[in-house]
Each structure stands twice: as structure tokens, then as C-alpha cells.
């Protein structure tokens, strides 16, 4: 009786297990992270107020996604899932709605901090990672609400890391991740996660000629996320770093033409009276040359090196700028119009709304 007992005992395993046994470790890896952290992927939903050709008042709805990543009710996502929205709402994976207030956002980076006054019981809170540790072929897995369907999950891998993007504002968003896991309208803002259940990244983009998924997506990294949040949480907006220059490339070409010592770097064009820039020293330009078709502002001092890096075009300047924060000092290089090599130190200030750089 015991050894029937035995062998009925083995055989009710064997079935029930069979549909454990019949999947790989990845499949099992995919479904355990999906049931473990769909619940801190939240839909939002963003009314935005338009006027038609009669002038009436006319709500529009967009959706999007967004990640919970506090106990007291914090969600993260895209600015652009919330830009210009009236009433924001959110939706739990329980079904649960509520209004959700825009505690801040920065449209250059493209990130966005929700709050919800939910039960913290409701809340399931999806962990950080480290995306500076990050390496191509990586699986990764991306949780949305895609065309507004509900909560879907993609798969994929890292395609590459250290992609540069430009947000809507056309800020440089740096160290950007690409990934072909399937990423469509509505997936902004969600998360996107690595085979431990950590969040590396938040999906903003897609590369498609035809609008729709291609295999090219991107996320903005977790590490910037963190830093950006971690300010907007405190303050209500992301200060950025200042130089108070307005920076154009100096091509080969132009160089050339204006009879210039050195052939690449960055020409300041004007600088802010006052700016972090004008205090330290930096000039901009005072005429205007034509080159060909383009009609130019020369005469300012040309940027070669920042903080020991060589600079080939403005946008170097700007991507170092960007590693700092307002206070920092900078160690500039320059060679003045007349040819004169100078080294200047620039403390960097908080950037006005106004400005850019």
C-alpha cells in the first residue's frame, strides 16, 4: 500500500510538473520578473485640452506608461507622456485609478515624477540597478501599456550602449541605450529590465520610418533617471549646469577661410552679460564673416580643450558641461582672436529657464 502510495505520490509531481519541465530557464526567467514587477508598471492617462476649427475646447487622450519607485507613491516617466496634460490619471495593475500631480519634470532629459496618493499596501515598488555596468547582449525586458492595450511584455536584448539622442527641447540626452525588444506608442515611460528584476532604463523612443516598431528603441539610462528624480523629489525641477555662452562648430573649412591657427573646436558666438562665461573671461564674437552661402559671427574666442578634453565641435562642450553640476569649476582652453593662448577657470551656474547653455 505504501509503495502505491509512493508511485501515485510521484506520478501527481511528474504531473503538474510538466508544465514547468516543458519550458526553457528563460522562459521561466520571463514569466517569474513579469508576475514579480507588472504590478509597479502603471498606465497613465493624460488629457490634454484642444481647441477645433470652431474654436471649442475639445479634451485629447494619450497614454503612456510609468514605473512606481516609492512607498509613498512616486511614479516615473516620460515628459513627454505628460506634457501639456490638464488631469493625469493613473491606473494600478489592480485596475485602480487615481488623479495623479506632476511634481516635476525636465523636458531635456525627457523625464517626468508623478504622485499618487495610494495605500503604500497597493504599491509594488520596482528596484534600481547600476546602468553604468551594462554590456551588449544583455537580455532585457520591457513592461508597458502599448496602443493603450494593458500591461504587455517584450523581450530583447542590448543592441548597443552610449547612444546620444535629442530630447523634444533638442538637449543632448547622452549614454542612451538601444534595444530591439519591441517598443511601441504607449511603452514611453515604463521600465525596462535586466534578467535580475532591476530597472536599467526607461523606454522613451523608437527609430521607425513608418511609426511603427522596427527593432530600434531606446531608453534613457537609470543612472540619469536617478540623479534627475532624486532633484525633481526635492526641489520640483532639475538644475541644470550653466556656461552662459552661445557655441557653434568650428569646421576645417571655416578655418581655412578665416586664416585661423587651429582648424577645430568650438567658436563662441556671444556670451551672457553676467553669465558664468563673461565672469570668467570668455569673449563672443563682435563681426560677421561670409563664408560661401553661410554668413557667420566671428571674432569670439575659440574653445580647444575643456577639463583636459580635446574639443572638435560645440556639442563636446556641452556633453562635458553636462557631467557637472551648478558650482563646479571648469578648466576652459581658448585661443583668442588675435591668437593669444589662454586658460581660463569657469564656475559653472544653475541655468535660468530662459537660456540653454
Known amino acids: 500500500m505504501k509503495r502505491v502510495g509512493c508511485i501515485f505520490t510521484l506520478f501527481w509531481f511528474c504531473l503538474v510538473s510538466i508544465p514547468v519541465w516543458g519550458m526553457t530557464r528563460d ?23 484642444e481647441r477645433d476649427f470652431f474654436f471649442n475646447i475639445i479634451p485629447k487622450r494619450g497614454v503612456g506608461s510609468g514605473a512606481i519607485i516609492d512607498k509613498r507613491g512616486y511614479i516615473v516617466t516620460n515628459h513627454h507622456v505628460i506634457e501639456d496634460a490638464s488631469k493625469l490619471e ?45 554590456r551588449v547582449g ?21 543592441s548597443s550602449l552610449g547612444r546620444t539622442l535629442r530630447s523634444p527641447t533638442g538637449a543632448l540626452v547622452e549614454d542612451v541605450i538601444q534595444t530591439d525588444a519591441s517598443i511601441n ?6 521600465p525596462l529590465i535586466d534578467s535580475n528584476g532591476r530597472m536599467i532604463g526607461i523606454t522613451t523612443a523608437i527609430f521607425s520610418p513608418t511609426g511603427a516598431n522596427v527593432g530600434i528603441g531606446f531608453a534613457i539610462p537609470i543612472n540619469t533617471v536617478k540623479l534627475v528624480v532624486k532633484e525633481i523629489i526635492e526641489k520640483g525641477y532639475y538644475a541644470h549646469p ?17 586664416k585661423l591657427s587651429v582648424s577645430h573646436g568650438a567658436m563662441v ?58 558650482g563646479d569649476e571648469i578648466t576652459v582652453k581658448i585661443i583668442r582672436w588675435d591668437g593669444e593662448r589662454e586658460k581660463l577657470s569657469v564656475k559653472l551656474g544653475e541655468r535660468p529657464r530662459r537660456y540653454r547653455w
Do not use: C
Not at 493613473?90 to 504622485?115: E, F, H, M, Q, R
Open 27 to 49: 522562459e521561466r526567467n520571463n514569466i517569474e520578473l513579469y508576475e514579480r514587477l507588472s504590478p509597479g508598471v502603471v498606465n497613465i492617462t493624460s488629457t490634454i485640452l
Open 138 to 158: 544583455q537580455k532585457v525586458l520591457a513592461i508597458g501599456n502599448p496602443f493603450g492595450l494593458g500591461q504587455t511584455l517584450t523581450t530583447g536584448v542590448i
Open 269 to 326: 558666438v556671444d556670451v551672457v552679460p553676467g553669465g558664468p562665461a563673461a565672469r570668467a573671461g570668455i569673449r563672443g564674437g563682435n563681426m560677421r564673416a561670409r563664408i560661401g552661402n553661410y554668413v557667420i559671427i566671428v571674432g569670439g574666442d575659440i574653445i580647444t580643450e575643456v577639463e583636459g578634453h580635446k574639443i572638435y565641435q560645440a556639442d563636446d562642450v556641452i556633453r562635458i558641461i553636462r557631467r557637472h553640476r551648478p
Open 185 to 190: 506608442p504607449g511603452n514611453s515611460g515604463g
Open 90 to 134: 493613473v491606473t494600478l495593475a489592480n485596475g485602480k485609478k487615481y488623479n495623479a500631480k506632476l511634481v516635476g519634470s525636465d523636458p531635456d532629459t525627457d523625464i517626468a515624477v508623478l504622485k499618487i496618493d495610494a495605500p503604500s499596501s497597493e504599491l509594488a515598488v520596482i528596484p534600481m540597478g547600476d546602468s553604468d555596468d551594462l
Open 242 to 258: 550653466w556656461f552662459g555662452a552661445t557655441l557653434m562648430t568650428l569646421f576645417p573649412d571655416f578655418a581655412e577661410a578665416l
